[in-house]
């Protein structure tokens, strides 16, 4: 893996960040009288720009909240650690919650953190195609499933008449290692996300397949809680969501803005290289512009999973999905 890819790496980058961007008070004197929060996110990357814009920019903390963030290395792991008790909130794909509530566990979304489908299919030897059906006969380099991009590759190819393993042959690989394998020619193809997508382009090889305008609004990535921090800390649930919401509206309001904060989160990769990313990622519409989670985007998600009998599709929007927090968020922040 990369070292800019590294979990261990970014929460390096973020004190470095929040050091090089903040003016006065040491951060320790800064903190005082803060909510800590210990935040995990499935795996470091620019689909999340929301997250570092609100911590580089002061939002988390004008919230009261003084955000310990660690990288869990995918999906299950992320809501694990909410499981577990190590993390307070996570972010990844909020079908891990889905499946703990099918299964009689715990566990609920309150917000949204990335919008669509943030992943494109990447090759140094396919050239670009708008047909899924370019993916046959290709090696195609993905997270392990049940991680979100495994899962949209493997429906993309299941509802264009294509055989898993007999058509395209899905190839799994540790989150963050996608561009990698491609590169390295274990995959001819590779699905990814920024700014591993950029860095990629910027070695030679092209994007040639956008997910995100191909599936649309897509509940991609979840803000994940249990119930009982609902009931007994709805302040600091409501505090992270508007402070989400205020990040989200900065990074579309201000793109220069991002593009220096996502320079710090990345400071292994070339400068022009982040820049690429994070216009990328404002294009195509990835990171969300609101916290609150659209319904339509959630059911492509549920459809995609009961699709590929992830869950059984036995729960409606309003049993896993609680908007009084991000709706409130947004009409706070106007």
Not at 64 to 80: E, I, R
Not at 124 to 130: A, H, L
Not at 132 to 160: D, H, Q
Not at 226 to 251: C, H, M, N, S, Y
Request: aromatic letters at 8%.
């Amino acid at each position: 893996m990369p070292p800019s890819w590294s979990p261990l790496l970014h929460r390096r980058s973020i004190l470095k960040g929040m050091a090089g961007l903040a003016v006065g008070a040491p951060m320790a004197a800064r903190a005082a009288g803060l909510k800590t929060v210990r935040f995990s996110e499935a795996v470091h990357n620019l689909g999340y720009i929301n997250l570092y814009v609100g911590i580089h920019a002061g939002i988390f903390e004008k919230n009261g909240l003084a955000m310990q963030v660690s990288a869990a290395g995918g999906d299950t792991q992320t809501f694990a650690a909410v499981l577990g008790g190590s993390a307070d909130f996570a972010i990844g794909d909020p079908t891990m919650v889905v499946i703990s509530r099918e299964n009689g566990g715990p566990g609920m979304v309150v917000g949204t953190v990335v919008q669509r489908a943030h992943y494109f299919a990447v090759s140094k030897t396919v050239e670009p195609f708008t047909d899924p059906k370019g993916f046959k006969g290709k090696r195609i380099a993905t997270s392990p499933e049940p991680n979100t991009n495994f899962s949209v590759t493997k429906r993309l190819l299941a509802s264009n008449g294509m055989k898993l393993g007999t058509d395209a042959t899905i190839v799994p690989v540790s989150p963050g290692t996608e561009i990698a394998a491609m590169l390295a020619g274990a995959a001819d193809i590779a699905v990814a996300y920024q700014p591993g997508v950029a860095q990629a382009v910027a070695q030679g090889a092209r994007i040639v397949f956008d997910f995100s305008n191909y599936v649309g609004p897509f509940c991609n990535t979840g803000i994940m809680v249990l119930p009982g921090t609902i009931q007994k800390d709805p302040e600091t649930v409501q505090a992270l969501v508007t402070a989400f919401e205020e990040a989200g509206r900065k990074t579309y309001g201000d793109p220069d803005y991002a593009k220096k904060v996502a320079r710090l989160e990345f400071p292994d990769l070339p400068g022009e290289v982040v820049d690429a990313a994070i216009e990328a990622e404002l294009k195509y519409k990835i990171p969300a512009s609101t916290v609150v989670t659209e319904k339509d985007a959630w059911e492509s998600l549920m459809g995609m999973q009961k699709y590929l009998g992830n869950i059984k599709g036995t729960l409606n929007f309003d049993q896993v999905v609680d908007n009084t927090f991000a709706d409130k968020a947004a009409k706070r922040a106007g």
